[in-house]
């Protein structure tokens, strides 16, 4: 049974047992514009939470993906440096950048679930 | 009409542009000509000059002749003038009108500064001539210096760094110098840099070897005290800090933050892209700065366009002096000097290397230098208060339609989000876009980042006050267009320019980088 959380940069997770699948949301997707680059990060890195790992480049500007939690990068959604126009038309779906182990279950505690998303991006 | 996946139109004003409303046989509409790639206009077998044949030499490059065509196009003489004429009139430049961008691109070039660079004294020197012959130009140089180090109160400069982010380079490269000399270099590796900071801040700091730690602003837009004294600790190299700030506001704080910097065994550079704001107003050696690169077009109306020629020296503290990349002056009984090499090097000075192969850009000083004596002390002063009370009468014009970034008065750039365009279906891009159909150049827009839908304006120092309120005008129209629902005349803007909206999307997705022919 996965679980789905938000961070406060607009990405999502979702976390099944001791792994995460992460991308940005449809929100940051949109807010971001037509996406036209995104870098990916390297398989069988380890990243700190907080570290930046990816980039994602659109028409208005480059932004860092960090990771949410500490873990190993487990794949990169290769299909996006081809058709970065994935992130745009399905940002939380087929548009996940990477997937990670979650080495601290704990570090799950602070994110949001999509309700509170939802209140967080009226503000 | 082809629509890019934003709704907005890409092809060329040809058929449905404004003018006549017609379809003209030569696709030029009167005076905005239709001009074609010089690939177009020329071919590969012209050729636009006649040279006589050469004698029948021997090759001398053993079998590594270019045998293929190199694939440029031949001209004439007329044909390339009329290319390059025909293009410059579809463009907008800061003599044909006020350009929002301000400084950080061209401001108002004084054509005295023409005159005097040209001056064949100046304008022919060779940097390799003896140094006996090039005395004047050594001469002014030096009188260079010392008005930038007058104005900024700072202990020395070094001239040859030749833009703003070289110039930050050859900063953060003193500094380097200076913690290696303390043996401080391998515990030192942070640098704070605000995120409202000029990307070349934290890219010059990277490429110094340091790590990037970012100070994020406060709610008035400028550097958040609390977090900075949480992240200050021994192993800070330094601070990266623009005054004023890219959000146009002078850092309060500057002081305290010199001094918690200084206190922590750190060094304070400042960005001073925005000095055009202060000069003669604020001394930059009161505020406690270590090293600060002056753009020379922006503060002292140097030309720049098309990347360069450009000039940006540094000026430097006490602490940093010694470090100054070579070639550096110096004068004596003799006359003047450019101390060129290593083995050169006299008293405590230990220069960190050299950034080029010359000594800068002499043009460059030879029209700041007359910006400099022309207007005299008073008046550099006044170009300043110029520049500020320009950009705060604009604020002010503008506040009640439009949406200031922050509260209180700015300083030589007016900040404003896109709060005002909220519901109206218009966006940042749309409304400069709008811009471009009443004859003005955009402002900078989506910077600086921290602003959302940032649109911010400078009208630099010489704009009148005619000037101003046209441009004033010509914005609340916009504004109110756009609150009373005239969406299309945004999505479709630029609909009286050359070219109609480019689909950016597919310029950035699938470039096309080389001409090819059809």
């Known amino acids: ?123 | 009409m082809a629509m890019n996946p934003i709704g907005r139109p890409t092809s060329p004003n040809t058929d449905d542009g404004a003018g006549g409303g017609f379809e003209t046989f030569s696709g030029s509409q009167g005076l905005m000509q239709q001009e074609p790639l010089l690939n177009e206009v020329g071919a590969l077998d012209k050729c636009g000059v006649d040279f006589a044949s050469g004698p029948a030499a021997r090759s001398r490059l053993g079998g590594m002749e270019r045998t293929a065509q190199i694939g440029l196009p031949g001209l004439s003489e007329p044909e390339a003038l009329r290319h390059y004429v025909r293009l410059s009139q579809r463009n907008y430049a800061i003599d044909l009108g006020l350009y929002p961008l301000g400084s950080c691109t061209m401001k108002h070039n004084p054509r005295l500064n023409e005159k005097l660079a040209r001056l064949p004294g100046f304008g022919d020197l060779h940097p390799l001539q003896p140094q006996s012959t090039t005395q004047g130009a050594l001469a002014l140089m030096g009188e260079l210096s010392r008005w930038l180090c007058a104005i900024t109160g700072m202990d020395a400069v070094a001239l040859s760094p030749k833009a703003g982010a070289h110039g930050e380079w050859c900063g953060m490269m003193c500094i380097r110098a200076a913690l290696e000399d303390r043996g401080e270099l391998e515990t030192r590796r942070r640098v704070l840099v605000p995120e409202s900071a000029h990307g070349t801040n934290p890219a010059t700091a990277a490429d110094c070897g340091f790590t990037i730690d970012e100070l994020p602003a406060d709610a008035t837009g400028r550097v958040d005290m609390a977090v900075l004294r949480e992240k200050i600790g021994p192993d800070v190299a330094g601070i990266m800090l623009t005054n004023p700030n890219t959000c146009g506001l002078f850092e309060r704080d500057i002081r305290e933050i010199a001094d918690l910097i200084h206190e922590a065994g750190g060094y304070f550079y400042c960005d001073g892209a925005n000095l055009n704001a202060i000069m003669g107003k604020t001394r930059v050696r009161d505020l406690g700065v270590d090293a600060m690169h002056i753009n020379l077009h922006k503060t002292f109306s140097t030309p720049h366009g098309g990347g360069g020629p450009g000039a940006g020296p540094v000026v430097l503290s006490e602490r940093l002096s010694q470090y100054a990349p070579l070639p550096y002056l110096t004068s004596d009984e003799d006359g003047w000097k450019l101390i060129e090499n290593q083995e050169d090097v006299e008293g405590d000075a230990k220069p960190f290397g050299r950034m080029c192969a010359f000594h800068g850009q002499m043009g460059m000083f030879v029209r700041a230098l007359g910006y400099m004596m022309s207007h005299g002390a008073d008046g550099l002063r006044q170009v300043s208060e110029d520049a500020v009370l320009n950009a705060n009468y604009l604020l002010a014009r503008l506040q009640d339609e439009m949406s200031p970034a922050y509260e209180g008065v700015c300083m030589h750039e007016a900040l404003f989000d896109d709060v005002f365009l909220k519901g109206t279906g218009v966006t940042t891009l749309d409304f400069a876009k709008a811009m471009i159909d009443e004859g003005y150049h955009p402002m900078t827009m989506y910077f600086p980042l921290v602003v959302h839908g940032a649109m911010l304006i400078e009208p630099t120092e010489t704009e009148s006050i005619e000037s101003l309120d046209r441009f004033a005008d010509t914005l609340l129209s916009l504004a109110k267009a756009a609150k009373d629902g005239e969406v299309e005349r945004f999505s479709q803007a630029p609909v009286l320019a050359p070219l109609r909206r480019l689909d950016e999307t597919r310029a950035a997705r699938s470039p096309v980088l080389r001409w090819q022919s059809a």
């Open chain 1, 1 to 123: 049974m996965s679980k789905l959380y938000f961070t406060e940069d607009h990405e999502w997770l979702n976390v099944d047992g001791d792994n995460a699948t992460i991308g940005i949301s449809t929100y940051a997707a949109g807010q971001l514009g037509d996406v036209v680059f995104v870098e990916l990060p390297d398989v069988g890195k380890t990243a700190n939470k907080g570290e930046d790992v990816a980039v994602v480049e659109s028409v208005k500007s480059a932004s860092e993906i960090y990771a949410p939690v500490s873990g190993e990068i487990t794949a990169a959604n290769d299909t996006l440096e081809d058709a970065p126009e994935t992130v745009n038309e399905d940002a939380q779906g087929k548009g996940w950048f990477f997937k990670m182990t979650v080495s601290d279950a704990s570090q799950l505690e602070g994110l949001m679930d999509e309700a509170a998303y939802a209140e967080f991006i009226k503000e």
